[in-house]
């Protein structure tokens, strides 16, 4: 790259900076962006004349608002709430809301970023955005939560629509609160639009696969990783970070295609099981008790629990970071290169930081970047638009197969993309690019808007 091209997507980044001040997960993300884009700007000039880079890091749409709402106690509380409509170029925004206590603008921003890029991998025309608040739903009763679902869909329904923005589910959201946002907006809009939201239940308007298709899709660009190296997942140990929807359906994945789960963890700490994760019991004690998974060894007592450890720790073959962002460091990447790690799938968006990622390059690791290896939930909830559009309803082995092809087709993609710009199995380098490439085309064709 030219020095006159490098500085260009430097003083860019140091206008994101400038513009987005305290933002640092944005940040984050757009400096991983652009890092890859200066053979991208060589082979396609427009891109830089139409100023294409500077208008993708701006959000088309930054919206945020109060969200009041009363406790069973009858006391008041005022939370904030999110929607950064971040690009519309190949179809209407779409992407989760996360309801956490560290949820800020930065947060939803740097979500929404990646979801662009994410999206465009899919295939499918859906745009990037990304919401949320900063209500935390645990402890919180069911009426509670529903109070404070109500309200918020009070203020966001106004900027949704199958056509405009269709919102999910993610880190705290699950199907409890999409019910509740979507019987609000149902019964303010007086319309039954199954399409403006995904994750729904499966008897009114969801989609089966959804729930698993993040962990599952996970699971199938690690294996075509491997599969590209001659390798594959048969008889592997893995280590899968997180006990939420993402983690339980990664090691349900893996052990249906003959890997060892060895380990998982919540933000309490880790549990060890050498003979293998026994996944009924994580079920039954995160998606029916709501438990802590310090838990699982009061009832396995050959496991091990280990308050506050760090899961990177352990021996394996396979690591799925699969919890929040940044909760593998450079020192934790080191060590799992030092145990034995073949191969690295991001289930969670970002969670790898950019100290980890390059000792994972630089060690010839197998590495999918979350933009390319999470995907799987967004496409799968592209499935449910579908077949809200069309009034139908498929069968789970359809879906599945669905997006097989569809992560199938991103590691393919990807694996290209990298080598035709000179960074051959350099998946980050890949996803950033197609990605990008196919969202810039769009801008262009659609002019200066």
Known sequence: MSSVLSERIEAIYRQVIARNPGEDEFHQAVKEVLESLGPVLVKYPEFSE???????????????????????????????????????????????????????????KFLGFEQLFKNALTGMPIGGGKGGSDFDPKGKTDGEVMRFCQSFMTELQRHLGEYVDVPAGDIGVGGREIGYLFGQYKRLTNRYESGVLTGKGIGWGGSLVRKEATGYGAVYFVREMLKARKNGLEGKTCVVSGAGNVAIYTMEKLQQL??????????????????????????????????????????????????????????????????????????????????????VGEGANMPTTPEGVRVFL????????????????VATSALEMQQNASRDSWTFDYTEKKLDEIMTRIHADTHATAEEFGAPGNYVVGANIAGFIKVANAMVALGLI
Not at 362 to 377: E, M, S
């Open 50 to 108: 139409q100023k294409i880079i500077e208008r993708i890091c701006e959000p088309e749409r930054q919206i945020i608002f109060r969200v009041p709402w009363q406790d069973d106690h009858g006391e008041v509380h005022i939370n904030r709430g999110f929607r950064v409509q971040f690009n519309s170029a190949i179809g209407p925004y779409k992407g989760g809301l996360r309801f956490h206590p560290s949820v800020y603008l930065g947060i939803i």
């Open 258 to 343: 003959g890997a060892k789960v060895v380990a998982c963890s919540d933000s309490q700490g880790i549990v060890i099981h050498e003979r293998g994760i026994d996944l009924d019991l994580v079920k039954q004690l995160k998606e029916v008790e709501r438990r802590r998974i310090s838990d699982y060894a009061v009832r396995h007592k050959d496991a091990r629990y280990i308050a506050g450890g760090n899961i990177w720790e352990i021996p394996c073959h396979v690591a799925m970071p699969s919890a929040t962002q940044n909760e593998l460091n450079g020192r934790d990447a080191k060590m799992l290169v030092r145990n034995g790690c073949i191969a």
């Open 362 to 377: 630089d060690a010839n690791i197998a590495f999918g970047p979350g933009k390319a290896a999470n995907a799987g939930g």
